[in-house]
């Protein structure tokens, strides 16, 4: 039975002194009789919220702030650290090193570590982020976005290998306990999201190894952390919106078809094919995103996503995935910026990138050979028609310029269309030869 410390009247009883209640917002005259800071309207309400305040309340067991790391190179922001092995969450300091391209790079040092040479080096890979800026439990819209790291996709699938060309058999999540429960990433169950998880034990979704949580105050195209903000000084202020997040995944998880589009690095080095298929739950920060300009004017929507900690793991890191972001609408710059540039990536998104992740924005299967053949389009043939516009602008026969009209009405569901098909025609593969349309 849970210990709710006691509910204490404020001193002053006057309605303009009452505080919002931490559980349901509505205006309360009650607080923790502990800590005194958390506020409520009711008994219920303590009750329901107690599973978040036992963390932080003074009486309970929340674990010490320690000071903030001196490095005059990066910014320093508070999270919230969930441990695997801890009872409760606590803040963290974290170290932000503002990149060449303008945006904060969180350093993750050995923190979502799962293994001994993870531990050493601090170099790994977090494909699983959520990121929460609405909290559909109250109704209300965050200060900031709340990003969930985990190495855990909920499934226990990611880090599996995969032999098989089939999507059924190769993610087929009835395989036997001891095969998924070996997959690195999956390991034992995060207690620390359990104290908050309103959950019984064994669900699929109950997260598994190291998360971590920090605030994001704005974003660079492609959902990309630009600027870092503190969580709150009350770690229940951030932690309240966790457990609400974490408890409305429904059991089992939706999972979505995705592609893993590798790096250079990746394919020479770690002999892994150059698009690769993945699993994502359909709960993803990257689902979340706004479509590439591309994508959209040919009614064919993907999203791209750089996978953080693999750019610090390979050597060659350029990607294919970079010229998904070209962008085409004709009253944009010329040049390269924070945002799309004509014919261009923004910054964010100019090589290298590492290795990245490629959806739909519609959470469907998205297949291998539409993401080659989306790369290849937006690569080759834009490219081309780009380069073309450019460098008729130089010819001294003025009447031989071509405007930007000239490259946006090529990009069309119809042109795409005919490039698929063209790309098929050129397949020596039968099963590629047969894949379907992406309008399909």
């Known amino acids: 039975m849970l210990n709710f410390h006691s509910l204490t009247l404020s001193d002053d009883d006057d309605a303009t002194d009452k505080k919002t209640c931490d559980e349901c917002g509505t205006v309360g005259a009650l607080h923790c009789g502990v800590c005194l800071e958390a506020h409520y309207c009711s008994y219920d309400c303590q009750k329901k919220a107690w599973l978040a305040h036992k963390q932080n309340c003074k009486g309970g067991q929340a674990s010490p702030i320690p000071p903030p790391p001196t490095d005059r190179n990066m910014s320093v922001k508070k999270g919230i650290y969930f441990d695997p092995e801890a009872k409760v969450a606590h803040h963290k300091y974290l170290r932000f090193d503002k990149t060449r391209k303008g945006c904060d790079a969180v350093d993750l040092d050995s923190l979502l570590a799962i293994t001994d040479k993870e531990t050493e080096s601090s170099k790994y890979e977090v494909p699983m982020w959520f990121d929460i800026s609405h909290d559909t439990r109250f109704n209300v819209a965050l200060p900031h976005t709340i990003r969930i790291l985990s190495r855990d996709d909920l499934n226990g699938s990611y880090d599996r290998v995969y032999d098989s060309d089939d999507y059924d058999e190769a993610f087929d999540t009835e395989d036997n306990v001891d095969d998924i429960e070996s997959s690195a ?225 090529e990009i069309t569901k119809d042109k795409f269309e005919e490039y698929f098909q063209a790309w098929k025609a050129r397949q020596t593969d039968p099963e590629k030869q047969q894949v379907v349309s992406p309008y399909a």
């Open 185 to 409: 990433g999956y390991g034992k169950e995060n207690e620390a999201i359990r104290a908050i998880s309103q959950r019984p034990a064994g669900y699929v979704h109950h997260w598994r190894g190291p998360v971590l949580a920090y605030a994001i105050k704005d974003f660079a195209v492609g959902s990309q952390l630009k600027k870092a903000d503190d969580m709150p000084d009350d770690v229940n202020e951030g932690l309240i919106h966790i457990m609400n997040f974490v408890n409305r995944i429904e059991d089992p998880v939706e999972m979505v078809y995705c592609v893993r589009i590798n790096c250079e690095s990746d394919v020479r080095d770690n002999g892994r094919p150059q698009f690769e298929p993945i699993l994502l739950p359909a709960i993803h920060a990257i689902f979340q995103q706004a479509p590439t300009q591309v994508s959209e004017r040919i009614e064919f929507p993907i999203v791209a996503a750089r996978i953080p900690g693999n750019i610090q793991m390979v050597e060659n890191n350029s990607s294919s995935a970079t010229y998904l972001y070209r962008g085409c609408e004709p009253d944009l710059p010329n040049e390269i910026n924070e945002g799309y540039g004509w014919g261009c990536a923004p910054e964010t998104w100019d090589n290298p990138v590492g290795s990245c992740i490629m959806a739909r924005k519609d959470a469907k299967p998205l297949l291998l050979e539409h993401a080659d053949v989306m790369t290849s389009y937006c690569y080759d043939h834009l490219g081309n028609l780009f380069q073309e516009q450019l460098e008729s602008q130089y010819d001294e026969d003025e009447t031989k310029h071509l405007d930007r009209e000239h490259v946006v009405k």
